[in-house]
Structure formats: C-alpha cells, structure tokens
C-alpha cells in the first residue's frame, strides 16, 4: 500500500492551494480529484453548454449519469436527480474545481462578517453565530491569495473594507459602459461605486497574459488563461515541486482508521474503477461543501459511528449558498458593449447597516448575459413566450441592466446534507441527500436588497425597472458553505479555528465548508485564505515526519 | 459557411432516407412522426412566432429538438410523445379540429390554458399540461437561442436579431476605453440585423 505524508481529497479551490503549501514545504502529496483534468480546447464556449447553462451539459463535471443526488422537496418526497437537474446544487468536478469556470470576483469578506452573532443577535429558528476567527487573522492569507492566484482591482473608492496591508498587485480593467452608468449614478446618490476585485489579469502576470475581454467569461474556461484559477497557478506549482502526484478521475469513498480509531488513510476508486487504498498521516478534505460533508458522513466505523466529526450531528448542517436578489432596468439607449467579462462596478453600501436587517449584500452589475440567459428576465405583465416575448428581447436585449447581490443567509440548522440510505452512485457511494430550505429573514434581507438595486437604476436612467427575488428553497449550488461549522466548541461545530476536525486531529476540512456564515459575497477568496491559514498551521505542526498538533 | 450547409442538406437528406416516424406518414425527423411534427410546429411557433424575423420553426427548432431528444434530454423523450398527443386531443375536445389546423388566436388560446393548465384533465393522465408546456417553452428557447451548432438557430439568426455581434469578435486586442461623461452613453453603431 502507498503511503504519503498528506492527501488532499479535490484539486478545488481550497484543495489546490493546500496541496501546494504542504508540497512545497517537502511533504509527499496525493492530491486526488474526481474529475477531469480539462482544458479551455476540450470546452469550447457554447452557451448551452456551460457550468452557468447546462442545459445539454456542464463540461467542467461532474459526469451526468455516474452522479446522482438526492433532494427532498417540502413535502418530504425525495426524488433522484442528475446534475443537470433544478436542485442538483453543482459547482463542478475538475482540476480547479469552480475555479476553472468561475467569475472570477476575489471578495474578502468585512470584519463584520466573521461577527454576525455579536452583530446582530441570533434571528429565532437561526444557528446564525460568530467566527472562531477575526478578519485580522485571515488579513495576510487573503493577501497571499491577491498575490499568487493573482487579483485586479482598486479598492481605494470604498471605504468600507477592512484594513489591508497592501493594494491589490493589478489595477483594474477598463470600465465597461454599464460600469460608467451605474457608477456615476450611485455617486450621485452619495453611495460608494469601485471596480470589482477580479482574479483575472488585468496586465501581464505571473507569466500570464491579461483578458483579452471576450464574451464567454462565467461559466467557461479562459483560453489565454488571463483568469486565475488553482489550474493554473498553485496546481502547476505543487506538481513542480516533484513532491505532490496528482491523480484525477479518482473519487475518495471514505477516511480509514486504524486499530486505535486513528484516521490512517482513505479508500478511493480509480481512473479505471479499481478500488485504492492508501495511507497517510494528514488527511485534507477539500471537496466542497456538499461532497466534503458526504465524505465525512460516509467515513463510519466503530470509532465514529455516525461518521467522522459527527459526534454531535453537525456534519452536513446549515448548509447555505447565496441569495441572489436585486433588479433589472430597461434604457432607452444601448448599455451593451460586448466586453467581457462584464461585470464591473460594485457597491458594499449596503452589506450591512440596514436598519431593521440582519446583514445584506454586495451589489454588482451583472457578467455579460448571453442571450439564452436572458430569456426569463421580463417585466411584469410581459407574457414570458409569444410576439410579445419575442419583440421585447429584440427591442431590449442591448438595453437592459442587471444589479445584483448575494444576500448573505440566515443559517439554519435543518438546511442539511446527509447520506441517503438507499441511493448509490457508480462505485456503489452512499450519495448526498440534500433537505431543508432558507430562513425567512433570508428572504426579507434579499428584498431589501432588491429594492436598493431598483434605485439605483431608477437614477442611472432606466425607464422601467423589476425586482428579481428568489423563493425559499435550499440554497447551495455554486456559492455552497456550512456544513463542517468551524467554532471553539466540539458540540456546536465541527472543526476548530485551523479547520482540524474536532476528535480527529489529523482530519482536515479545508473549504467553503467551514465557514461559519457565508459573508455577503462570492466566497472564493476567503475559501483560499482559509486555505493557506490552514496550511500554515499543518506546517508548523508537521515534525518532518508526523503530525503533531491537537 | 458553404460548406457548413451542403454537409447540413446531406445530412438532412440521409435522414429523410432512413427515417419513417411511428405515425405511419414518412417523416423527415427521427423521432417525430409526420402527425407529432404538424402538432410541434404550429405549438412551435406560438412560443416564437414568425414577425419580421423567422421564429421557431423557420430556426428550424424542429431539428433541434428532435436531434436533443435522442441525447441531452432523453429523458423527456416519453412527455414530447404524451404531451403533443394530448394537446392534439385537447385541440379535438374544444375545437374538434387538429391542433395544427386552429387558426392561430385559437392556438394562442389553448396554448394560454395549457401554460395554466386548464385543459381537460382525462387527456393528459400524469402529465400536467403545465409542466409540459414549461419543458417545450425551455427547450424552444434553448434551441432558438442558443447556438446554431447544435442544430437550432439557423444562421444565427436569433442572435443577429437582438444584436449580438456575429461572428463574435475573438482576442479583441483593440482595447475599447470609453469616454467619459454624456458621450459614452450614446449608442453604439447601428445594430445588425438580418
Ligand atoms: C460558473 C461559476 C461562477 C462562479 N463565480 C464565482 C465568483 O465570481 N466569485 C467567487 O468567489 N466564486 C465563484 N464561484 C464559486 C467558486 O468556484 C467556489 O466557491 C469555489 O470553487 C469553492 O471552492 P471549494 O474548494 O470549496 O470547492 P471546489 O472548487 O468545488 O473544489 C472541490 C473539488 O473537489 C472534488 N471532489 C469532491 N469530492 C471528491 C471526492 N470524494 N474525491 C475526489 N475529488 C472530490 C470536486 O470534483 C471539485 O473539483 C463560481 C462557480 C461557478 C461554477
Ligand atoms: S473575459 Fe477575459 S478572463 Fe474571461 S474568458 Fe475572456 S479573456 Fe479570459
């Protein structure tokens, strides 16, 4: 049986960058990925064909019929689903995980955000709580995420982050049209417009060249590589080093221990279907939050028989996602302009403040919609199919403005994944089950949130103007988070301010899994933060030959 | 682009020659048969009619959907047969004419109660009208709107209708920087249309 020093399960966004930090520090790494190692060449930009529109497909995975789900819906019926199916919740399975075909927005979270509770008190029927950790801890690891992943931005107009060390390492692309509009009408309105951070080159960078400004951004993979992904920064660098293997098409069914109960290792299934096992002192799950959860539900034995960390029943809860609400405008002139990325300008006015609401959101015009993604987007009274339908696109497909934000959820306990009893995948994997649905307040905070975009619009010129709000259902999806709570205490959480899971010391969970809230924005760059705060500690504790820390 | 339609047309002419649909009269589409394909077109083109652009069926969203029904959406390859046959007995109930055969308001008007799901239950079993008409609004979309790689959106022309450059403009190194002020928000040149 091979044996390593550390494996890392998901070449994500939080995988990548542990995998990395670990290898180039001398440990032996297995960094395992259920997918695909894929390139821009194998997904060419086809708008139905996408990990934004799957309608016929997400090519940046996982595999459409070897990965089923389970969702249950408010009647309690469950019902399999596939991933392209309302419901599955994806984000994506290969190398760069979301990474790969995300936006790209690099958002640190404020200080508030890492304080919810003490903020705004606990919202009835919410497991809404602070951070083991302070904005100030993460602060040098975001930076470390800015500068190696590579982020381009201004952040000096907005007065509301947090403190930071240094400027981002590239300025910002040229404004877009929608960008000029939006921003000089919020200034007139006394609010804070400033270009979105973007992981994305805005110059040449780390031997990457800069966007090319194409139409296919969200959803794709970027041909000239100008969006920074852990593909093709951290994941090359950990192969570099000669001390990290990477092998993909490999999914990781469940943590093995030893006799005394210690996690030694992980059983996974091959390229070739072949059941693998291998040993290693630091096991690192970083598989997202929906698969991170199912992996540790799926790791039962005589030690943990509920699965590993769910001595209390916390694996798999609060599972939450962003709600994203704001507002649509009609002009009477084009704001369309055709240059990528698209979304632009930003506004964190709003994240939090409001009276009445516990927390808010980021609010953004949106990524350059592509015709088949704006065919639900109408007003009120338009009739969503027939002449009218269709006359109204033509007229009004280079005239219409989108804002947006993710509202930051109210957790709760019952927004759950578990595994079901009965549903299999391909290797024969109990799969997830996914329940539950947003808290109430969730939806009035998105309201709020709404209304604010609408005025926006409204001074920016738009002639007509509707809100976009969604339902209550559980959220997840590409934004997914929660479900391995980080906290101080063992019953109320799953993992401790390093991500070590609280009864197994050298289990990990390194991903959106952990956070405690979900902040009112993207969430990657606080996944890679935490990723090398993680690290950083696994570092310090590693003996050159074991594990120390507990 | 030539070529693209010559090796289109042999295409559609080696199916033709193979390809006899269930419904006894030949037809030109793999899994429609002549009858289903009449009662597609006509619920075709109330969801995107013809106007000063083709709609649907001049997209040719007909072949999309026939091509996507054996592939992507296999899986609602049993709703297209049941839910094309019940709205076509549904035509026969309120009309006692042919769904493809109503004038187009009365199209329209069955389409309306179909999206409301107001139609005689008994003809529909466990398919609800409205789910129906949800999936066929989804994938005429899709197919209408989306790329004409796959089949539908014929010459792109949906695109060039609502004015999205084509062919697209690829590794754009003429960086557009916007004027500032009152200028930048003059449109841009005239929109392409077909
Ligand atoms: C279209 C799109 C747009 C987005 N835009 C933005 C944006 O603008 N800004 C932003 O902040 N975020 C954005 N996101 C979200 C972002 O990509 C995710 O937040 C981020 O990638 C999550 O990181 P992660 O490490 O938790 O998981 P992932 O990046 O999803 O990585 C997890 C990896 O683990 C693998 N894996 C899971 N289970 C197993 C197993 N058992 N064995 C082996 N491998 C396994 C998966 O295949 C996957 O590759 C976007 C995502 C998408 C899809
Ligand atoms: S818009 Fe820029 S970063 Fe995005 S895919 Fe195109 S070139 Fe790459």
Redesign the pocket.
Known sequence: MTTYDAVV?????????VAKELAAAGLHVLL????KAVTPADCRKDDLR???TSALGAP???DENQNPRVIVDGNGNSKVIRVRDGGYN??????????????????RFLPKDFRMKETYGVPEGSTLDDWPITYDDLEPFYQMAEEEVGVSGDMTPDPFHGPRKKPLPMPPLPPTKEHLLIESAARRMGLHPFPIP??RNSVPYNGRPPCMRCRWC???ACEVNAKG??QNTVIPAALKTGNCHLETE????EITVDASGRPNGLI?FDGNDRRQQVRAELLV????????A??LLNSRSRFFPEGIGNRFDWVGRNLQGHTYSGATGLFDFDTYDDLGPG?SVALCDYNHGNPGLAGGALLCNE?IRLPIQAINDFPPGVRGWGREHKKFLRDYYRRTVGLRGPTQEIPVFDARVQVDPHVKDHWG?PVPRMSGGKHPHTLEIATAMARKAELILKEAGATRTWLNIPGQGLSG?????GTCRMGDDPQSSVVNRYCQVHGAENVFV????VHVTNGG????????AI?YWASDYMKREWNGTRFRGA | MKRRTLLQSALSAAVLATSAGCGGARSQYRLFSATEADTLAALLNQIIPDDETPGAVGANVIRFLDRHLARAYVGHRAAYRKGLQALEDSAHAVYQRSFSALRFEEQEALVERMEKGDLPAELWGDLPPREFFRTVRTHSMQGYYGDPRHGGNQDALSWRALGVPHPPVRGRDDYYFPKQGAAAMQPLADRQRP
């Open positions: 399960v998901g070449a994500g966004a939080g995988g990548g960058i395992l990925e259920r997918g996408n990990q934004r940046f995975g996982p994806n984000n994506a399975a290969c190398v760069g995980g979301g990474t790969q075909s995300y936006g790209a927005m690099a958002w973007m992981l969200v959803g794709f992904g852990t490999a999914i990781a069914s996974y799950v970083s598989g997202a939050a929906i698969e991170s199912r992996l979304a990524f994997i999806g590409q934004h997914q988070a390194v991903d959106g899994s924005f993207n969430p990657v760059l606080t996944i890679m990723a």
